[in-house]
C-alpha cells in the first residue's frame, strides 16, 4: 500500500512565495525556466487541455501553460512512466497569480524528485479557499448590506464559518 503525504497548503505556500531556496545563479541573476523534456508551467491565464509545456500562452492561444496544480501534477507522472522516459526529476514552474484548490494536492512516492518551483520573480499563491462572486448592494431596513447567492450553502453541500 503506497503511502500518501498531503501537502500542507501554508508548507506548499510558503515555499512558492519565497520562504524555501531559489534558484539563483553564481551571479545573482534568477533564471529563467526553459521549455524542455520534465519542465512543466502552470499559470492562471492556462489551459488544463494545453501541452503545459510552454511558460505563457502562445500567439494563437493553442498551447501554453496547465491553468491548475492537479493537472500539472497528472502530467508529471504521465512524464515519469510515458514512452521513452528517464524518470528524471520533473519541475513544475507556477506562475504568479491565486489558485484555489478545491481537494487537497496529495503527493505519493511515485512523485519522488518532483520540484514546485515559483517562477522566477512572481508569486503564487495556494488557497484552499472559494472565490465567492456575485456581490451586490442592498437595502435591508434602512442599512446597506453585500449579499450573494450561494446555492450550494442554501442546498446544504458546502458548510462555512467565516468569510
Not at 492562471?44 to 501554453?64: C, H, K, V, Y
Not at 514546485?116 to 508569486?123: G, I, S, V
Request: with cysteine.
Amino acid at each position: 500500500m503506497k503511502t500518501q503525504v498531503t501537502v500542507g497548503l501554508f508548507l506548499v505556500t510558503c515555499f512558492l512565495c519565497g520562504c524555501g531556496e531559489g534558484t539563483r545563479t553564481t551571479g545573482g541573476a534568477e533564471d529563467t525556466p526553459k521549455p524542455g523534456p520534465g519542465t512543466l508551467f502552470v499559470a492562471t491565464n492556462g489551459n488544463d487541455a494545453w501541452s503545459g509545456r510552454l511558460a505563457a500562452p502562445n500567439r494563437p492561444a493553442t498551447d501554453g501553460p496547465f491553468a491548475t496544480l492537479p493537472r500539472a501534477l497528472a502530467a508529471a507522472r504521465e512524464f515519469k512512466v510515458g514512452p521513452g522516459s528517464t524518470h528524471e526529476a520533473t519541475t513544475i514552474w507556477v506562475r504568479g497569480g491565486t489558485y484555489f484548490l478545491t481537494t487537497p494536492l496529495v503527493l505519493t512516492p511515485e512523485d519522488s524528485n518532483l520540484k514546485l518551483m515559483a517562477y522566477p520573480k512572481e508569486r503564487p499563491a495556494i488557497s484552499g479557499g472559494r472565490r465567492i462572486t456575485g456581490w451586490k448592494e442592498v437595502t435591508v431596513a434602512g442599512k446597506k448590506l453585500w449579499t450573494t447567492e450561494i446555492p450550494e450553502a442554501r442546498e446544504g453541500k458546502w458548510f462555512f464559518r467565516e468569510l
